[in-house]
């Protein structure tokens, strides 16, 4: 066998990752609950996802650009808009959203009702941006837009300030 057959040949004993409906790791950011279903670990850090809750009335983030991934949202319940540049959408379930590297975004539920949306970040590197946030709360600090944007610069990620 070429050596070439060899590296495309299934793994004999592929790792495969299962998260049940109660399982991952869970962060918390005022009032959206995050739960981490891959984090990158089992994707060669290819690809992570989360499932987020995103409670009524919840802003999102201040408008950003991505420099080194894409971002992929596909809303499951409720309605939340994404305000991409100038352009806003309300997206309701069933809806995706992919926002490709350099394109200014954000998300909100304007609603009264919850909203649940599939989170996708291909590199994971963003994963940790959450995982940063949620431990300067742990640690008692405040998330400023400054500390905000500061986590948002160590991965790749800039505010949009150009789109106020």
């Known amino acids: 066998m070429t050596e070439e057959a060899k590296n495309n040949q299934p793994q004999a004993d592929p790792a495969v990752s299962v998260v049940g409906p109660g399982d991952g790791e869970t962060i918390v950011l005022g009032t959206t609950r995050m739960r981490v279903l891959e984090d990158g670990s089992h994707t ?8 987020s809750v995103l409670a009524p009335h919840t802003q999102g983030p201040p408008q950003h650009r991505h420099g080194r991934h894409d ?44 909203a649940t949306m599939l989170s996708t970040f291909t590199p994971d590197l ?17 998330l400023t837009p400054r500390a905000t944007i500061d986590a948002m610069r160590r991965y790749a990620t800039e505010p949009a300030t150009d789109r106020a």
Do not use: W
Not at 44 to 50: D, F, K, Q, S
Not at 79 to 104: H, I, K, N, W
Not at 126 to 142: E, I, K, M, S, T
């Open 44 to 51: 060669g850090h290819r690809l992570a996802i989360a499932e």
């Open 126 to 142: 963003y994963v940790q941006y959450f995982r940063d946030l949620q431990d300067a709360l742990a640690d008692g600090r405040p």
């Open 71 to 114: 971002e992929g949202f596909y809303v499951l319940s409720g309605t939340v808009r994404f305000t991409v540049g100038d352009e806003a959408y309300d997206a309701a379930a069933g809806t995706l959203v992919m926002v490709p590297p350099g394109t200014p975004h954000t998300f909100a539920n304007l609603t009264d009702q919850p």
